[in-house]
């Protein structure tokens, strides 16, 4: 079945790079996101990548998939405190609707 | 658009007691879904609905919980009798239709606890 691990906590200085690193079992997996929940809200998409893609780059996002050892991260370059909240990784099959989330990364970003 | 909405947002009740949880997909959305966020369990996928049917509900936890869309405006899910295990953050979502990426809209969700 499908199954998608993450750490759960991350700490990281104000202006550093965070990475944050998940595994998924599927490898029918077509697309590949990373959701953020900011406390007290529901989650928002951040970006995805297409499971044909090893690279995805967004401003100050970058999304690196190895699809050999099913395994996405999440570099978050220049980390601000804005960027503190809880990252899901998450995976859908081309075709499917339903979507399997993490347990999600809690980002905490020290000033 | 206003974005998917709930309600309530928060809702305190008490063991054995009847809770229903509301929720309003975007307009044009087509797929709905329920899902339950606890510290432990994380984001657990209740059940969802494609065009007001429901196409999967192996989530939902028993038979306590039940689960409604009687048009593609509305739906409803709702626990009878709720438990203290119950308590949880309630998050509705829909998704255009369509192929692609089917970024999910997540509502604000709901806070429930039952004493």
């Known amino acids: 079945g499908e199954d998608v691990e993450q750490s759960l906590f991350l700490s990281v200085r104000e202006g550093d790079s965070s990475v944050i690193n998940c595994t998924y079992t599927d490898s029918s997996s077509t697309y590949l996101y990373w959701y953020k929940q900011e406390p007290g809200a529901g989650l928002q998409l951040l970006t995805y990548?297409?499971?044909?893609?090893d690279m995805k780059q967004d401003q100050r996002l970058t999304v690196l998939l190895n699809k050999k050892d099913k395994h996405l991260s999440l570099r978050i370059a220049d980390t601000q405190t804005g960027d503190s909240a809880i990252y899901f990784c998450?995976?859908?099959?081309?075709?499917?609707?339903?979507?399997?989330f993490g347990i999600g990364t809690k980002l905490q970003v020290i000033p | 658009d206003a974005g998917v909405i709930q309600s309530p947002r928060h809702e305190v009740t008490e063991m054995g007691q009847e809770v229903t949880l509301r929720c309003k997909p975007i307009s044009g959305h087509n797929s709905l879904f329920w899902y339950r966020q606890t510290m432990m369990r994380g984001l657990e996928l209740l059940i969802y609905?494609?065009?007001?049917?429901?196409?999967?509900d192996s989530g939902m936890p028993e038979d306590r919980f039940s689960a409604k869309m009687p048009n593609a405006s509305f739906s409803t899910l709702k626990i009878q009798p709720s438990e203290p295990r119950d308590s949880a953050v309630y998050f509705c979502?829909?998704?255009?239709?369509?192929?692609?990426?089917?970024?999910?809209?997540f509502g604000p969700g709901t806070r429930l606890t039952v004493l």
């Open positions: 998450a995976e859908k099959r081309g075709g499917y609707q339903k979507v399997t």
């Open positions: 990548i297409f499971s044909n893609m």
């Open positions: 609905f494609n065009n007001n049917v429901p196409i999967d």
């Open positions: 979502a829909s998704i255009f239709p369509g192929p692609g990426n089917n970024e999910q809209f």
